[in-house]
């Protein structure tokens, strides 16, 4: 279809869906995954990708980024059922679907269901214009606490933290390659999130806000302070990771990112 007189194509940037986006993608995943490491939580490397144990309950107990260089062998799988089962958690991965066909068949064959899904949105960053983001800033040093109760309150849907649900937010704030974020709505830190950078790859993860102050753009906000730093940063692609239909998807979209896939976890 051509453009009608006194128009022109507006061209962006095409992002193809393919093995190479994926493994790039789930490479930033595993990246993140590692660097929450703290604490006496180990990695096991395995299948191109690891799995990290941070406590039996912790969400950040799983395996990120397996399959996608090659099949999981039987060995693998042997690895990584007794890497978590040994330290009392249960088998728990994410499975890209541009992973090794074999995979899920043989996570089946073990027994593991899947348990959710999540949509993989990535955008290029090329010319992207960021707007202002007037309730956004870094957290200061000494406010990693804070930092970890706003969006622990805001995930765990709790006014009050457990210790367990403290340190989840604690080893993301000690990531060396992790840069957290506040949103404040009236002198009230009302939300936060994290932006992990490597290889030219900008990760938008841990997005939170406080449900009584939901519905007023700090998500928005949140998001443009983080890509504006990754656009002065010089990075040419950004990720994230919505539940899919949510809000949180929703924006994402609005300023430019695309569900490039969706992958499934697995639990066994």
Sequence with gaps: MMPSSGTEW????????????????EAGEAAIARGCVRRGAEVLEVAGGCAVFAGAGSPLTQAVGLGLSGPVSPADLDSLAAFFRSRGAPLRIEVCPLADAGFLEALAGRGCRVTEFNNVLAMPLAGYAVPPSPRVRLIAPGEEDLWSL??????????????????VGRDIAAMPSAQCYLAFEDGEAAGGAALAIGEGLATLFADSAIARFRRRGLHGELIAARLAEAAARGCDMAAACAQPGSVSQRNYERVGFRVVYSKATLVG
Aim: aromatic fraction near 8%.
């Design 150 to 167: 706003t969006v622990g309150r805001g995930f765990f849907e709790e006014a009050r933290l457990t210790p367990e649900e403290m340190d």
């Design 10 to 25: 507006r061209r962006e940037p095409v992002l193809f869906a393919d093995a190479a986006l994926a493994r790039r993608l």
